[in-house]
T-cell receptor, first 111, second 114 residues
C-alpha cells in the first residue's frame, strides 16, 4: 500500500523552512527520501533505518518514528536548488529492498 | 562509476508496435527494479530481479510487458503490442544487497505511443 505524503505541494521563499511528512499503515524497516527535478531521474537524499533516528544532508534532515510508521523531511533555510518533487519510499521488513513510493510533494522555492 | 544506463532516452512509436527498453545496472548490484512514472499514477514498481531472477512482478499491468534479465549486466523490458496508455517515463534502478544502501536510478526512457 502506497505511503501517504503531505502536503501535496508547498511554495516557499528562499531562506524559509519546510517539513514534508510520510506516513504508512504498514510496519516499516526503512524509509528512503528522493528528490526529482522536472525531466530528470529521482536522486537519493537519505535513508532512515532506525526508529527515531535523524539524519542530515547539508541543510536537509529527516527523522523516522518506527512505532508510528512515520517519517518527516526537514528543509531549513531553503535554497532555489531545493525546488523539485520529493518522494518517500518505504521498505517493509522482509520485502527484499522493494520500495513503495508516495505520490510526492512538489516544492517550489521562490527568490 | 558510470551509473545505471538506460536506452533509448526517448522513443516515439505507433500503437501496436513492439518497444524494447534496455538497462545496464551498476556493476555489483544484485537488485534491479523497473518503474513506470505517470502524472496520474506516480512512480509504480513493475517488476524487480535479484541475482537475475524475477522476484515480484505483481506490478506488471498485463502480459504485454515481458521483462528479462539474461545476465547480471543487462535487462530488457518489452511492450508488445504497445498502446497509447503505455506512454510514460520508464525508469530502471539498481541496488546492492546491503540494507543501508539506496536504489540508484537511470535517466529513464520517455516513451510516447501515438
Amino acid at each position: 500500500q502506497q505511503p501517504v505524503q503531505s502536503p501535496q505541494a508547498v511554495i516557499l521563499r528562499e531562506g524559509e523552512d519546510a517539513v514534508i511528512n510520510c506516513s504508512s499503515s504498514k510496519a516499516l524497516y526503512s524509509v528512503h527520501w528522493y528528490r526529482q527535478k522536472h525531466g530528470e531521474a529521482p536522486v537519493f537524499l537519505m535513508i532512515l533505518l532506525k526508529g527515531g533516528e535523524q539524519k542530515g544532508h547539508e541543510k536537509i534532515s529527516a527523522s523516522f518514528n518506527e512505532k508510528k510508521q512515520q517519517s518527516s523531511l526537514y528543509l531549513t533555510a531553503s535554497q532555489l536548488s531545493y525546488s523539485g518533487t520529493y518522494f518517500c519510499g518505504t521498505e517493509r521488513a522482509g520485502s527484499a529492498r522493494q520500495l513503495t513510493f508516495g505520490s510526492g510533494t512538489q516544492l517550489t522555492v521562490l527568490p | 562509476d558510470a551509473g545505471v544506463i538506460q536506452s533509448p532516452r526517448h522513443e516515439v512509436t505507433e500503437m501496436g508496435q513492439e518497444v524494447t527498453l534496455r538497462c545496464k545496472p551498476i556493476s555489483g548490484h544484485d537488485y534491479l527494479f523497473w518503474y513506470r512514472q505517470t502524472m496520474m499514477r506516480g512512480l509504480e514498481l513493475l517488476i524487480y530481479f535479484n541475482n537475475n531472477v524475477p522476484i515480484d512482478d505483481s506490478g506488471m499491468p498485463e502480459d504485454r510487458f515481458p521483462a528479462k534479465m539474461p545476465n547480471a549486466s543487462f535487462s530488457t523490458l518489452k511492450i508488445q503490442p504497445s498502446e497509447p496508455r503505455d506512454s510514460a517515463v520508464y525508469f530502471c534502478a539498481t541496488a546492492s544487497g546491503s540494507p543501508n544502501q539506496p536504489q540508484h536510478f537511470g535517466d529513464g526512457t520517455r516513451l510516447s505511443i501515438l
